[in-house]
């Protein structure tokens, strides 16, 4: 089973980047799509982002596209999320987790939520 563990979260001023880490544990971390997920203050968890585990495909939330960008490195077991142009409404606790996607939708794969990472963004 994977396990992951989430850093980069912080406090920042809209317009500005951040970049999580995603480190994964488990024999099996490149036969899976994995993605970040957040959730924000009284509302559930929501798709983010989510890569394949070895097409190059990507799925983007429609909010974020043009922003943010997914990849990884499978040798290290670890997915980035370059976050820029962020925005107050991006602040959430995010999560990253094996995923699934399509064209209009992602969603959460052997679903158990880690601790996740604070990024809070301020007007």
């Known amino acids: 089973q994977l396990q992951f563990v989430e850093s980069g979260g912080g406090l920042v001023q809209s317009g500005g980047s951040l970049r999580l880490t995603c480190a994964a544990s488990?024999?099996?971390?490149?036969?899976?799509?994995i993605g970040w997920f957040r959730q924000a203050p009284g509302k559930e968890h929501e798709g983010v982002s989510c890569?394949?585990?070895?097409?190059?495909?990507?799925y983007y939330e429609d909010s974020v596209k043009g922003r943010f960008t997914i990849s990884r490195h499978n040798a290290n077991k670890t997915v980035y999320l370059q976050m820029n142009s962020l925005k107050p409404e991006d602040t959430a606790v995010y999560y990253c987790?094996?995923?699934?996607?399509?064209?209009?939708?992602?969603?959460?794969?052997?679903?158990?939520w880690g601790q996740g990472t604070q990024v809070t963004v301020s007007s």
């Open positions: 488990g024999p099996t971390f490149e036969h899976y799509n």
């Open positions: 987790a094996a995923c699934s996607f399509g064209d209009v939708l992602m969603g959460i794969v052997f679903g158990s």
């Open positions: 890569i394949s585990s070895s097409e190059g495909r990507a």
